[in-house]
């Protein structure tokens, strides 16, 4: 009976990750679409309108800005009072500022105040996001089963493809059904409107779940680090470098492949509609490849998987973006499904259980929290301003495009190389700090956790 409990309590932890991690991408990703197809003239108007999508891109890194801030103060958060207690205010600020966006004046109304409102809450967006993955990530895996928590850390990260897909739907939706002037005018304003129900049903099943197991055996024994961040910089500093490296080359490349390539695309005249329709197929294939991944990660290792995508993406960019040049449909689709739904599926689902497995239970959420946001910082955020910069400084050629991604990709691989392999089937075992999360130093304590979690937990009694 208390298997069954315990089952049903990982179904709805992984459900409630999934969704609520799929509301908050779903706030951040609706920006990024608006930004190409929106803001640049309702927000940032200029007589070059590449000069309004580069201020729309400049806002939208400024979201990945506040990413790390957010991650540093919900990471502190998630060691110090727990996973679930973090995720609730994190889905809360991200929900509510995307329904606010809707109902912005633009700057034919307001003026510069209209701008400097939409920073303002990106930022805000950019924080919340910033404390959710490595949250919602955690919980899940600190719940599964050793040998098959690569599969359900994995299942998390189908929120943030759903959370891009949903919008970018909505927006093809919209684009098609409305006029020119229908849609700029009103129209796309109800995907921002409309994420208040997937935030709505988000926080009610995350209201429903109860704490990780982990983290309740910690705060049972009084082990709960006093300063998490500090702790996790000073001890395992080298680990978070490597961490950050080997992040980029996939939040890099999921940003370059659903929103740069539209403002690439249409630089070199091609339609919208086509790239929008291919991104949407290879993102629902993703959705079953995410999974497929996270589960070839338990048997073949976290690092061989990663590295196998950060390789591909290596080998496809050129061709992705050639395909664009000749505006030829059938290599466009090919390469662009190729790219999203295998290459960055390697490369996303095993860092759900990598980056949770390389630090102790006390600094885990500050650690990956710091790894998640520094990376999409710098493989995102930093991509938004030079991608369109780089589109501009060569006239619109994809060289500078092509070695951004390639030089970004073997980082990455070596970066990946640099860390331990942590999936318990290639160690013989699952790893002894995952399952002893008190401090070190105080034996006593850490004895006392174990025999917490096994009592809580299914992993530890199999």
Same mark, same amino acid.
């Given at each position: 009976?208390?298997?069954?409990?315990?089952?049903?309590?990982?179904?709805?932890?992984?459900? %409630?990750?999934?969704?609520?991690?799929? $509301? #908050? /991408?779903?706030?951040?990703?609706?920006? =990024?679409?608006? &930004?190409? @197809? *929106?803001?640049?003239?309702?927000?940032?108007?200029?007589?070059?309108?590449?000069?309004?999508?580069?201020?729309?891109?400049?806002?939208?890194?400024?979201?990945?800005?506040?990413?790390?801030?957010?991650?540093?103060?919900?990471?502190?958060?998630?060691?110090?009072?727990?996973?679930?207690?973090?995720?609730?205010?994190?889905?809360?600020?991200?929900?509510?500022?995307?329904?606010?966006?809707?109902?912005?004046?633009?700057?034919?109304?307001?003026?510069?105040?209209?701008?400097?409102?939409?920073?303002?809450?990106?930022?805000?967006?950019?924080?919340?996001?910033?404390?959710?993955? %490595?949250?919602?990530?955690?919980?899940? $895996? #600190? /719940?599964?089963?050793?040998?098959?928590? =690569?599969?359900? &850390?994995? @299942? *998390?990260?189908?929120?943030?493809?759903?959370?891009?897909?949903?919008?970018?739907?909505?927006?093809?939706?919209?684009?098609?059904?409305?006029?020119?002037?229908?849609?700029?005018?009103?129209?796309?304003?109800?995907?921002?409107?409309?994420?208040?129900?997937?935030?709505?049903?988000?926080?009610?099943?995350?209201?429903?779940?109860?704490?990780?197991?982990?983290?309740?055996?910690?705060?049972?024994?009084?082990?709960?680090?006093?300063?998490?961040?500090?702790?996790?910089?000073?001890?395992?500093?080298?680990?978070?470098?490597?961490?950050?490296?080997?992040?980029?080359?996939?939040?890099?490349?999921?940003?370059?492949?659903?929103?740069?390539?539209?403002?690439?695309?249409?630089?070199?005249?091609?339609?919208?509609?086509?790239?929008?329709?291919?991104?949407?197929?290879?993102?629902?294939?993703?959705?079953?490849?995410?999974?497929?991944?996270?589960?070839?990660?338990?048997?073949?290792?976290?690092?061989?998987?990663?590295?196998?995508?950060?390789?591909?993406?290596?080998?496809?960019?050129?061709?992705?973006?050639?395909?664009?040049?000749?505006?030829?449909?059938?290599?466009?689709?090919?390469?662009?499904?190729?790219?999203?739904?295998?290459?960055?599926?390697?490369?996303?689902?095993?860092?759900?259980?990598?980056?949770?497995?390389?630090?102790?239970?006390?600094?885990?959420?500050?650690?990956?929290?710091?790894?998640?946001?520094?990376?999409?910082?710098?493989?995102?955020?930093?991509?938004?301003?030079?991608?369109?910069?780089?589109?501009?400084?060569?006239?619109?050629?994809?060289?500078?495009?092509?070695?951004?991604?390639?030089?970004?990709?073997?980082?990455?691989?070596?970066?990946?190389?640099?860390?331990?392999?942590?999936?318990?089937?290639?160690?013989?075992?699952?790893?002894?700090?995952?399952?002893?999360?008190?401090?070190?130093?105080?034996?006593?304590?850490?004895?006392?956790?174990?025999?917490?979690?096994?009592?809580?937990?299914?992993?530890?009694?199999?």
């Amino acid at each position: 009976m208390a298997d069954k409990e315990t089952n049903a309590m990982l179904r709805r932890v992984a459900a %409630a990750s999934t969704i609520g991690t799929a $509301a #908050e /991408y779903y706030d951040f990703f609706v920006y =990024g679409t608006a &930004a190409v @197809l *929106v803001f640049g003239a309702k927000f940032f108007p200029a007589s070059d309108p590449l000069i309004g999508t580069l201020a729309a891109f400049a806002t939208y890194a400024v979201g990945f800005v506040a990413r790390p801030i957010g991650g540093i103060v919900f990471g502190h958060f998630g060691d110090k009072l727990g996973r679930k207690k973090a995720l609730i205010v994190t889905i809360l600020i991200v929900g509510l500022g995307t329904f606010a966006i809707g109902l912005l004046p633009d700057y034919s109304q307001a003026g510069i105040w209209a701008p400097a409102a939409l920073i303002f809450i990106r930022v805000l967006q950019g924080f919340g996001v910033g404390g959710e993955q %490595a949250g919602a990530v955690l919980l899940t $895996a #600190e /719940y599964a089963p050793p040998r098959e928590r =690569g599969f359900f &850390a994995s @299942l *998390v990260q189908l929120g943030a493809p759903a959370g891009f897909l949903i919008p970018s739907g909505i927006f093809a939706i919209l684009t098609s059904a409305l006029t020119h002037d229908q849609f700029m005018s009103w129209g796309w304003r109800l995907p921002f409107l409309g994420s208040i129900v997937l935030v709505v049903v988000g926080l009610y099943i995350r209201l429903r779940t109860e704490e990780s197991p982990v983290f309740a055996a910690i705060r049972a024994t009084q082990a709960v680090e006093s300063r998490p961040v500090v702790e996790v910089v000073k001890q395992h500093g080298g680990v978070i470098v490597k961490g950050v490296g080997a992040k980029l080359i996939e939040a890099c490349t999921f940003g370059m492949y659903t929103m740069i390539v539209l403002a690439y695309g249409r630089a070199h005249q091609v339609s919208d509609a086509l790239l929008l329709q291919t991104i949407i197929v290879a993102v629902v294939l993703e959705l079953i490849a995410i999974p497929l991944a996270g589960a070839l990660s338990d048997r073949i290792g976290r690092r061989a998987t990663f590295m196998a995508g950060a390789v591909l993406h290596v080998l496809l960019v050129a061709p992705l973006f050639h395909a664009i040049d000749s505006g030829n449909r059938l290599a466009i689709q090919t390469v662009m499904i190729l790219a999203i739904t295998v290459g960055h599926s390697l490369c996303y689902a095993p860092q759900a259980s990598l980056f949770p497995e390389l630090f102790p239970a006390r600094v885990r959420c500050s650690g990956i929290a710091l790894i998640w946001q520094i990376g999409s910082l710098i493989g995102s955020g930093v991509l938004g301003l030079v991608a369109v910069k780089l589109i501009q400084a060569t006239g619109g050629s994809s060289t500078g495009l092509i070695a951004y991604v390639a030089v970004l990709g073997i980082v990455s691989a070596i970066s990946i190389f640099l860390l331990p392999e942590t999936a318990p089937v290639r160690r013989g075992g699952d790893l002894h700090d995952w399952i002893a999360p008190s401090r070190d130093a105080v034996s006593n304590q850490s004895n006392q956790s174990n025999e917490a979690l096994a009592a809580a937990t299914p992993a530890a009694r199999r």
